[in-house]
Structure formats: C-alpha cells, structure tokens
C-alpha cells in the first residue's frame, strides 16, 4: 500500500463523518428546556381552565363530586378529644362568617394518628387533624386559625381545582406523548415542581382567609402569629428547599400574616 | 423525590457511558490502523478478477451486540418528540458497525481479501412493548480469500 493510500486511509479513520459533532450535553439541555416549557405551558392553561370550569361550577355538582371522590375512608381516633371538642366549638363560628361553607357538608373533625405536624382537609368537607399537631398546639386562637385555613381550602375549591388540572393536563401530554415512558416520567418530574408551586399560592391564600376569620372571631391575630413562630423553630430548613415543599415556608407566612 | 433519582441516574449514566465511548473509540482506531494493510474488505461486486491461484477460501464473520446507556436513550427518547437526527444514536450504530467489521477482519488476518462482505443489523429486543432498551446486533460477513 503506498503511503498516499494510507494516510487517506488514516484520514477516514481519524475524521469520523458519520458520527454528529454536537455535543450531546449541550443537545439534552435544548431538548430538556423544549419539554419544560412545554409542559409549563400545558399546566398553566390546564390550570386556568381548570380554575374557570370549577369556579362556575354549581354547589349542587360539586357536592355530587365531593360524595364520588371521598369513597375512601381515612383512619382516624373514634373518642374525640378535649383538643376536638374545643374544635368542634369552634367551627360553626367560621363557618357562619362564608356563605361558600354553608349547605355542603357538616365538617366533621377528627384527629390521626399521625406524629408529624400537620392537618388536611378530604373532598368530602372531613377535617383530620394529627395527633402531633393536637399535642404541641393548645391554644384555642392558634386551633381556630388551622381550621380556618383548612376551610378556606374547602372554600377556595382548590382540591377540585387541583384535581381537575391534574386530568386536564394527563389528556393533553397523554395525547401528545403518545404513551412514551421517558417523556411521561420527565413531564411528570418537571410539573411536581410547577404543581408545588401551585399548591403554595393556594396556601398562601388560605393564610390570608384564615387570617380574616380570625381577626373577626377575636379581633388580633396573635394565635396564627404564635403558630408560624412555632413552625418556624420546628422546621429549621433552609429556604432553597421549600421551593420543592407544597407549603411556603413559615418566615414567608409569618411575614405575610404580620403585613395583614 | 423522583427528579432527584432521575439527575442522579442521567449524570451517572451520562459520565460511565461518555468514557465507555470515548476508551471504544480509542481501541477501534487502533485496531484499525493495526489492520491498515489487510485483509482488504470489498463490499460491492460478487465476482472479482483475479489471475493469482486461490489457496483457500473461508466464511469470516463478526458479530456484535450493542446497547445505548440511560442517558443516550433518555435524550433519543425526547428527540423522539420534536424529531431531528439522533446524534446519540449514531456513535452507537457507529462503533457497533466498525466493531463487528473489526472482527470479522480479525478472524481473516491471513486472507489477502475479504469479498463479497455484507453487514447487517437488526434489533433484538422488543421494540413494540416499549419496555426495554434499544439494543442493535450487527453482522458483518464475508468470503475470505487467501492467496498461494
């Protein structure tokens, strides 16, 4: 072979022409913002129609969505305790203060077992409080604040709205996916984020209306201040990651309770 | 949660697999030009001319497997979406195509010429379930000839 030969020969070896230069890294990125923004905007106008459809909707349906939703019961204590009885003393007050509340469901409460702080409401208008919650706050104004948080949820429909985005969006990506895996399980990484931050506007709003109640019931709001400042020691993470929390962080909500 | 494993899974996937093809890519050129000089392949006509005397002729073959990472079938699968080339695919194809055509020289180092050799690919898992990862086998075959 002479040498002409061979290092045309090497030549072809060296320069591969059927592999792509671009890098791969720099390609995933492009690729990776094209689905997030996608999926953001699919969300967002999920969201909104979600929003409009279910604020329109009449008490009558959403009673009747509620009653299907809630088939499912969640495990709770049967004695009511001393801490859900004061409660249970509580809750017509607020309840009488929004027209949103009333004719729909009783609002039962209850208390878990759970040991973490926390308290939620179900579709069907239950109130569960856990048991850790009901051990570390006592105080009557602080109780009334939680459950008036918890309603204006309920008032806020913000679990149908929530549920109805969800469903809105899983048809479009379903439709636009085709049913491949890795798309649905980035999309389905990349919108836990965007619904999260959701969830926090929510909450902040159901601060802001539990905030009012208690101002009416009692005249100050020393209770929901006292509760955040619990939370506040209690939670000692740092701000970075609440962005992944469902709730805002306790400095955000004890400011904003304070500015109100 | 989930988003957490998955930057886990695609920077581990994305680093092994980038030195598993960069070392790949090193060997092949080495071997190839290791293999400069012979045998020749000649991929298109069937019958060649030739006025030396045949000693022996021989089927040669090589044959392999190969499977993209995580993180290549991650990004071909978002590609998938908004279409274009998938470049993660071809350094694939590419090192599978040069590697099997690699061995079947190996197996023919004393031919003087490698005729009529053909490659071939095909998929051997199954791609209609969705389940399992692209992995490509590839044959490359030939007559090798040794001459007296």
Redesign the interface.
Known sequence: ?NKEL?DK??DV??D?V???K?S??K??II??A??AGLCFLIYYLAGFGASIAIDRMSDKTQVKIEKALSIRPIKHKEKPSASIQKLEKIKPQIVALDKKLHGKSDFPIFETDDKEINAFIAPDGSIYFTQGLLKEIKDEETLAFILAHELAHYAHRDHLKEIGREIIAGIIISV??N?????H??V???T??NRVKYSQRQEIEADLYANRVVLKLYGRNTGAVEFFEFLEKKENIPEFFLYFSTHPSPQKRLKLIKNN | M??LL?IILLGIT?GTGSIIEKNHFKKI?KR??AL??KPIVNFGIKKWDSSRKVKSTKLVSGEVVISGDY?????A??????GG?L??F??I??RG?REAILRMRESAKDANIIVNARIETMMINDTYT??SVPQCAIIAYGTAITYE
């Open positions: 072979m061979k020969y090497l070896i060296n591969n059927n592999v792509g671009s791969v890294c390609e995933f690729l990776l094209g689905v636009l996916t049913g491949q895996r890795e798309i399980g980035t389905g990484c990349l836990e984020l | 989930d988003i998955l994305f050129r190839e030009i400069i000089k993180f290549k079938n991650f990004v699968a978002l590609k998938n979406f908004f080339r470049t993660t071809e350094s194809l590419d195509r969705g389940e």
